[in-house]
C-alpha cells in the first residue's frame, strides 16, 4: 500500500512497548556511518594476506615457485598446500559433509581456486607478491554443464576422493511417491511439460567476505573477527578443523553489510588466515576483493529442471520433477544432513496435489564450489519457481485463468494441519483469502482489460501470478542438523536491579534489525520499553549455541527462544511477586509489565520493583536464589510455513524487448507481525533481489570454464530505476505452534517474486509471439529471442 | 580491496606544464581527469601507468562550456554534470543531455569529462557519438601547439585516438547551424551499464529539406560506428518515416557488432536499427519544433 497520511504510524505506534512500527535502533549508528565492519578494525602488529587463485577451471599443478614472491620486501610468508599438509588443513570439511581443498595442491578444480597465501606487511605489497608467485598448471579438459559432467567420456573431477569413479556428487535423492504420481498422470485430461533452468546466481553482499585471525602463541588463544551468519557453527568447525580446544576460540561478528546466504559457509580464506596467524604468532588480516567474492565463494541455485503437471476435472493433480543439481568441484551446498536436495521437495506447492514425485541429481562440475541459499530457505526458491512456472503452463494449455486454476487447487483452510504428499506437515493457512487481497489491490479485472486493450494496439503487456509456501525455520531437533548440530537456538535474559534487561540471542543479525525486534518481544512479553532492553548476538564469548541465521529462521526459531526466556523470566517474576505482595502466586494477574492481585487490582508490582527486589536483602521465595534471569534452548517443534500471493505488471518494449517491472503487488502472511516497518523493508529488500534474478542476475562460463560475471560491472544488480513502488499487503494467520505466532518472511519475496515476473513475460508474449517458456534472467536479448521464435537457455 | 601496481603521481598547474610532464616521461605517463575508467582498469591491472598527471587542478583552463565565433565550446575537463544541466546545449544540442541522463550514474557524472570519455574511446561509450552526430571537431595540443581534427579522425582504432602519447585533448567544438535538431537514443541491460547499442542523430532542415545529417552508433563495433551512409540517404530528402526505415537498416547493415553477454550479433544489429529510426524521428521533430 502507498504510504498516505492516514496510515503514517502514530507518534504512539513508533514507540511501542512490544510489537509495532518502532524505529530500528541499530540504525543511528548505520545512517551516520558508524558501524563497524571488518575493514574497520585494525589490531597493532597485524599483518595482510592475499590469496593467489587460478587462472584455469581445471589443470594439474605441476609446480609452484614462490621464491621471487618472498623476495619482495615486506613479505612474511608465502603458504602453499605443502605447508598446510604439515599443519593438517591442506582439505577442510563442507557443510555437506564433502572436503575442499584449502588451497590446491594436485590439482585446480574451477577458475578461482585459492592456490597460495601471501602474508605482507601491507594489502598492497601483498597483492604485488601474488603477481611474482610462479605456477606451472597442465590444463586439462573442463566440465562446465551438468549435463555433460555425467557423460561417460567426462574427464573425473574428484579423483582425490577414494572410490569416486564419476562425477555424481550424492546418490539421486527421491521424495514422494512414484507409482501414485504415475497414477495420477495416467488418470489426468490434461499435462504439461516444461525444461527450465534456474541458472546459477549470487548473493553478492555489499560487504565481501574476510576475516582477522589473532592467535596468540602464549595463552593458545584464538580471537577471530569474521562477519558470518553462524558464528558458532563456525567455532566448532574451527576447532575440529585446527585441532583447537573450542573454549579458546572466540569469533566476533561485529556489523555485517549482507549475507544472503554468501555467509555461511566456512572459506577457505579463513583458514588461511588463521593457519597464517598461527604461523606468524600475529593478527593476520584478509579480505577478498569483489570478483573473488563473485568467481569463488558460495554461488545459489545452478539447477536443470525438468517438470510435468497434470489436472484432472479442472483442478491440479499431480506432479513429476527431475533435477540435475550443479554443485560446483566441491559439494559445499548448505542444507540439513538428512536433505541432501535441501527442501526443495515442497515443490507440491500451496495445492491439494494427489501425488508427486521428485528426483534430485547432483554433479560436480569445473565450477566454484556453493549452492547456498541465497535469500531462501534450502532450495525452496528452485521449487517455488518450479511449481508455479509450471501452474502457469498448466493454465495456458488448459485455457484456465492463472488465478482460477490455483483458486480451484488450493489446499483449503479446513484440511490444515495439511500432509503434503511429498511429507510435509503445513501448519495453517488460508490461501484464498490472501490470493483475493492481492487482485483486490492489483485491480486484476482491470488489468486484464487494460491488458486486452493494449494488445489491439500492439502493445505488450503481461500479468504474471505466483503463489507460494515457504517452509521456514529450520528446525526440529529429531528431523534437521547440520553437521551434527541440532538446528536449535538459545536465548539468555538477564534482568538488572534497574529493571534495564539484556538478551543474549544466537542468531546473527546482518541487516535484518535484529536489536530491534528482538528488544520488541521482550518488550511485549514483560512490558520494558524496548530501548531499555539491549540485544547481545555476534560474540561466541557472551552469547549461548545456536544455529545462526539464515533460511528465514531467526524469528521462527530465535524469536520463539526469545519469547520463551521472557516467559520465563515474567514466571520467576510472578513468584517473587507473591512474596513482595505476601499473597499466592496463583491469585496474581499479569497486564503488560505488572502482576497485581486478582481481587485487588490496586495491589501489584512492576516488572521494574520486581527485579530490584529479587537483586535486594529482601527474603526470596521459598528455594529460590535472588536475580531475575533465566536462558533456555528453544527446540521448534515443526518448521513455519508462511505464504504469500504476488502479482506482477510488466510491459515489454515490441521492439527492444526491454523488460519493465511496471507494478509488483506482494501479500505476505507471516503470521504475527513483530515490527510491520521491519517486515515491509525485508519484502521491499526481497523483492528487488528477486527482480534482479529474474531479469538480469546470472553466473556465467564460456567453455573453458572461464568466469564472465566477475565484477558488477558484468554481474547486474537492479537499483531503484529498475524496481517499481512496491504495493504491499497483509494477512495473519498465525502460526498455531509458535510462542508469538509469527513466521519467517526474510526470503518470501525472493521466493515468491521470480515465478511472478518469468509468468508476466509469457503472458505478455504468448499470445502474440507463441512465447512458452524464457529461462532466467529475461534480459532484452534473450526475450527479443524468444520473440523470434528461438530461446535459448543461458550458457 | 583491489589495488594497483606502484606509479608515480603528480599534480598539474598548467596544461602547459601537463604536457611538459607528458613529454618528460616519453609515453610511460598517462593523463588523469575524472578517473572512472582509468582507476578501474589500473585496479584490475588492465593498465599500468608508470605515471599519472593529475589535470583536475585545471578547471580555470579547462571547464567551460560557452558560445563563441559561431560554435559551442566545452573544455576537455568539463564534467558529464555540467553537459547534463547546460542550458546552452539543452537549447542547441539536446542530444548531449539525452546522453547524459543515461551515461553510468550521479557519482560518476559528477567526476568524469568529457575528454576523458572521448579519449578513452571506448565504442560503447555514448558521447564519442553524440560529438561524431553533430560533427563535432577537437583541439588537440601538444608541445608544438594546436591543431584540430574531425570526429572521424579523431577515432583511430579501439581505445585509440588522434592524440598523441605527449598531447592533451583541450576542447570541443560544435558548429551552430540553424535547423538543427539531434536526439540519442541508448538500449541498456540496466541503467548505469553500457549500451547495448545507442544511436545518436542529429539533422538541419531547412525548408522542409534535411540540409545535413549526422548518425553515429555506439556498443555495434570496434569503434564508434560514423554512418556515412545514411547521412548521404538523408541529405537533402525530405523528413519522412520511410526514409528513416531506410537510414536505420544501414545502420544495421553499416555496423559490425560481436556477440558478448549484453546480446548476439543478430540482437545487436536490429537494435542499431530500431534506435537509430527513433533518434532520426526525435531529431527531427525537434527540428521541426524549432523551426516552428
Known amino acids: 500500500m502507498a504510504v498516505t497520511e492516514e496510515n503514517l504510524p502514530s507518534p504512539r505506534q513508533e514507540r511501542p512497548i512490544g510489537f509495532g512500527r518502532l524505529k530500528r535502533k541499530e540504525d543511528a549508528r548505520f545512517i551516520r556511518g558508524q558501524g563497524t565492519y571488518l575493514d574497520d578494525i585494525r589490531l597493532p602488529g597485524m599483518l595482510h594476506g592475499a590469496l593467489l587463485r587460478s587462472p584455469y577451471a581445471h589443470a594439474r599443478i605441476v609446480s609452484i615457485d614462490t621464491s621471487e614472491a618472498l623476495a619482495l620486501p615486506g613479505v612474511a610468508a608465502v603458504v602453499t598446500a605443502k605447508d598446510l599438509e604439515t599443519l593438517g588443513l591442506a582439505w577442510m570439511p563442507t557443510i555437506s559433509y564433502d572436503t575442499q581443498a584449502v588451497l590446491a595442491g594436485d590439482k585446480v578444480r574451477f577458475q578461482g581456486q585459492e592456490v597460495a597465501f601471501v602474508i605482507a606487511e601491507t594489502e598492497y605489497i601483498a597483492r604485488d607478491a601474488l603477481g611474482l608467485i610462479d605456477v606451472e598448471y597442465e590444463p586439462l579438459d573442463a566440465v562446465v554443464d551438468a549435463r555433460r559432467a555425467l557423460h561417460e567420456d567426462a574427464p573425473l573431477i574428484r579423483d582425490d576422493k577414494e572410490g569416486q569413479v564419476d562425477n555424481v556428487a550424492s546418490p539421486t535423492w527421491e521424495a514422494g511417491d512414484q507409482e501414485a504420481t504415475d497414477r495420477a498422470f495416467a488418470e489426468a485430461d490434461v499435462v504439461v511439460s516444461r525444461d527450465m533452468i534456474y541458472p546459477r546466481c549470487h548473493p553478492a ?98 539447477y536443470i529442471m525438468r517438470g510435468e503437471m497434470c489436472a484432472k476435472d479442472g483442478r491440479i493433480t499431480g506432479l513429476r520433477v527431475d533435477v540435475i543439481a550443479d554443485h560446483g568441484a566441491f559439494d559445499s551446498t548448505a542444507q540439513p544432513t538428512k536433505f541432501p536436495a535441501g527442501f526443495f521437495h515442497i515443490c507440491c506447492g500451496s495445492y491439494d496435489l494427489q501425488a508427486a514425485h521428485v528426483k534430485v541429481k547432483a554433479v560436480y562440475t569445473n565450477k566454484a564450489p556453493g549452492g547456498v541459499a541465497y535469500r531462501c530457505s534450502f532450495r525452496i526458491t528452485e521449487a517455488v519457481y518450479l511449481v508455479e512456472r509450471m501452474v502457469n503452463a498448466l493454465a495456458l494449455e488448459m485455457g484456465a485463468d492463472q488465478i482460477d486454476l490455483r483458486m480451484r487447487s488450493f489446499i483449503a483452510p479446513e484440511q490444515f494441519p495439511y500432509e503434503t504428499t511429498t511429507g510435509w506437515t503445513f501448519d495453517s493457512g488460508n490461501y484464498a483469502e490472501t490470493m483475493k487481497v492481492a487482485m483486490e489491490i492489483a485491480g486484476y479485472d482491470d488489468l486484464l ?6 494488445r489491439e494496439r500492439g502493445e505488450l503487456m503481461g500479468i504474471g501470478v505466483s503463489f507460494f509456501t515457504e517452509g521456514v525455520g529450520a528446525g526440529p531437533r529429531k528431523h534437521m542438523d547440520i553437521l551434527g548440530l541440532s538446528m536449535n537456538d538459545g536465548a539468555d535474559l538477564r534482568v538488572h536491579p534497574s529493571g534495564k534487561a539484556m538478551v543474549s540471542i544466537s ?19 514483560l512490558g520494558l520499553p524496548p530501548e531499555d532492553i539491549e540485544v547481545r548476538h555476534g560474540d561466541t564469548d557472551r552469547t549461548p549455541y545456536g544455529l545462526g541465521t539464515y533460511g528465514s529462521r531467526s524469528t521462527p526459531v530465535s524469536g520463539a527462544a526469545v519469547g520463551v526466556v521472557s516467559r520465563k523470566v515474567r514466571d520467576r517474576a510472578r513468584l517473587i511477586a507473591a512474596t513482595m505482595l505476601e499473597t499466592r502466586p496463583e491469585d496474581l494477574a499479569w497486564e503488560k509489565g505488572r502482576w497485581y492481585v486478582r481481587g485487588d487490582p490496586e495491589q501489584g508490582a512492576m516488572i521494574e520493583e520486581i527485579a530490584r527486589y529479587a537483586y535486594s536483602g529482601e527474603p526470596m521465595p521459598e528455594g529460590m536464589e535472588g536475580g531475575l534471569d533465566a536462558q533456555v534452548i528453544y527446540d521448534p517443534p515443526n518448521l513455519t510455513y508462511p505464504y504469500g500471493a504476488y502479482i506482477a505488471v510488466v510491459d515489454i518494449d ?33 523483492l528487488a533481489e528477486g527482480i534482479g534474478i529474474a531479469l538480469m542476475e546470472v553466473i556465467t562460463f564460456d567453455a573453458e570454464g572461464n568466469c564472465l560475471n566477475s565484477s558488477f560491472m558484468d554481474y547486474l544488480i537492479p537499483t531503484a530505476l529498475e524496481v517499481p513502488e512496491f504495493e504491499l499487503g497483509e494477512t495473519v494467520t498465525p502460526c498455531p505452534h509458535h510462542p508469538l505466532g509469527a513466521k519467517g518472511v526474510g526470503e518470501s519475496p525472493n521466493v515468491g517474486s521470480p515465478p511472478a515476473i518469468v509468468n508476466a513475460v509469457i503472458d505478455a508474449l504468448h499470445q502474440t509471439h507463441g512465447v512458452t517458456h524464457v529461462d532466467m534472467p529475461c534480459t532484452p536479448a534473450r526475450v527479443w529471442a524468444a520473440m523470434q521464435g528461438r530461446p535459448e537457455p543461458p550458457q | 580491496m583491489q589495488t594497483p601496481a606502484p606509479f608515480q603521481y603528480e599534480r598539474a598547474t598548467s596544461v602547459d606544464g601537463a604536457i611538459a610532464a607528458l613529454v618528460a616521461h ?65 537549447r542547441h544540442y539536446p542530444l548531449f543531455a539525452d546522453a547524459e541522463e543515461v ?31 553533430v560533427k563535432a571537431r577537437v583541439v588537440i595540443r601538444g608541445r608544438d601547439g594546436e591543431r584540430t581534427v574531425s570526429m572521424e579522425d579523431f577515432h583511430v582504432g579501439p581505445y585509440q585516438t588522434a592524440v598523441g602519447d605527449d598531447e592533451i585533448l583541450t576542447e570541443v567544438r560544435l558548429p551552430l547551424r540553424s535547423g538543427a535538431g539531434s536526439a540519442h537514443f541508448k538500449t541498456e541491460r540496466r541503467a548505469g551499464d553500457w549500451a547495448i547499442a545507442a544511436a545518436s542523430a542529429a539533422v538541419w532542415i531547412e525548408g522542409g529539406t534535411i540540409a545535413d545529417a549526422g548518425v553515429a552508433l555506439s556498443a555495434v563495433g570496434t569503434t564508434t560506428i560514423h554512418l556515412a551512409r545514411a547521412e548521404e540517404l538523408l541529405r537533402g530528402a525530405a523528413p519522412s518515416d520511410e526514409l528513416f526505415a531506410q537510414a536505420a537498416q544501414i545502420a544495421s547493415e553499416d555496423c559490425s557488432p560481436s556477440a558478448d553477454a549484453r546480446g548476439p550479433v543478430d540482437y545487436k544489429r536490429h537494435l542499431a536499427s530500431v534506435m537509430t529510426r527513433r533518434a532520426l524521428r526525435r531529431a527531427s521533430a525537434r527540428a521541426l519544433a524549432m523551426e516552428a
Not at chain 2, 39 to 45: A, D, S, T
Not at chain 2, 75 to 87: I, M, N, Q
Not at chain 2, 107 to 129: F, H, K, M, Y
Request: contains cysteine; glycine residues 10%.
Open chain 1, 449 to 454: 482489460r487494460e491488458q486486452a486493450d493494449k
Open chain 1, 507 to 525: 542468531a546473527q543479525t546482518q541487516g535484518q534489525g535484529h536489536e530491534t525486534t528482538f528488544a520488541q518481544i521482550v518488550a511485549e512479553e
Open chain 1, 654 to 686: 515490441p521492439d527492444t524487448a526491454q523488460v519493465t517491472v511496471r507494478r509488483f503487488i506482494a501479500v505476505d502472511d507471516c503470521g504475527v507481525r513483530i515490527n510491520p516497518m521491519i517486515v515491509e523493508g525485508q519484502i521491499h529488500g526481497g
Open chain 1, 205 to 302: 553482499p555489499l560487504e565481501t567476505c574476510g576475516m582477522i585471525a589473532d592467535f596468540n602463541p602464549e595463552t593458545g588463544q584464538l580471537d577471530i573477527y569474521n562477519g558470518n551468519q553462524a558464528p558458532n557453527v563456525h567455532r566448532t568447525v574451527y576447532a575440529h578443523v585446527a585441532g583447537l580446544a573450542e573454549h579458546m576460540i572466540r569469533i566476533r561478528c561485529n556489523d555485517i553489510g549482507g549475507g544472503f546466504g554468501n555467509k555461511v559457509p566456512v572459506y577457505p580464506g579463513y583458514v588461511c588466515a588463521i593457519a597464517g596467524s598461527i604461523v606468524a604468532g600475529v593478527p593476520v588480516k584478509w579480505i577478498e576483493d569483489r570478483t573473488e567474492n563473485l568467481v569463488s565463494t558460495g554461488f545459489a541455485r545452478d
Open chain 2, 103 to 133: 551515461i553510468a550514474d550521479p557519482v560518476v557524472r559528477n567526476r568524469g569529462t568529457i575528454g576523458g570519455s572521448l579519449c578513452q574511446a571506448d565504442a560503447a561509450e555514448d558521447l564519442s557519438a553524440v560529438c561524431a552526430a
Open chain 2, 26 to 90: 616519453d609515453g610511460d605517463a598517462r593523463i588523469i581527469a575524472g578517473g572512472h575508467s582509468l582507476i578501474p582498469m589500473m585496479k584490475l591491472r588492465l593498465a599500468s601507468p608508470e605515471h599519472l598527471i593529475d589535470i583536475n587542478d585545471l578547471e580555470h583552463e579547462l571547464a567551460y562550456i560557452a558560445e563563441r565565433d559561431g560554435e559551442i565550446r566545452i573544455g576537455a575537463l568539463t564534467r558529464h554534470v555540467d553537459l547534463l544541466g547546460s542550458d546552452l546545449l539543452a
